[in-house]
């Protein structure tokens, strides 16, 4: 509530395995090298192999975030449907 009322923060709270699978694993592994021109091959099996596991937690990750933007711009939160962020 706190973060709320004094920062307009809404947190997204994710239980640790999936925040470490999701932003230790696949996003440090996959998406930062593919975003930053450094693609290395990885071994099969190893964590920087691309792993569906793992993107359909990510995929889980941002639904979740997505989805508290969405309640809490229709309640009247800090952005609008128009305004670019």
Same mark, same amino acid.
């Given at each position: 509530?706190? +973060?709320?009322?004094?920062? &307009? ?5 994710? /239980? !640790?395995?999936?925040? *470490? ?19 290395? +091959?990885?071994?099969?099996? &190893? ?5 569906? /596991? !793992?993107?359909?937690? *990510? ?27």
């Amino acid at each position: 509530e706190r +973060l709320i009322k004094d920062f &307009s923060c809404f947190p997204v709270f994710l /239980d !640790h395995g999936m925040a *470490y699978r999701v932003f230790d694993i696949f996003c440090q592994s996959v998406l930062s090298p593919l975003f930053h021109h450094i693609i290395e +091959l990885a071994e099969e099996g &190893s964590e920087a192999c691309w792993n569906w /596991d !793992h993107w359909h937690e *990510y995929e889980k990750v941002n639904k979740a975030f997505s989805d508290l933007a969405l309640t809490t711009t229709a309640q009247g939160g800090p952005y609008g449907a128009g305004d670019r962020l």
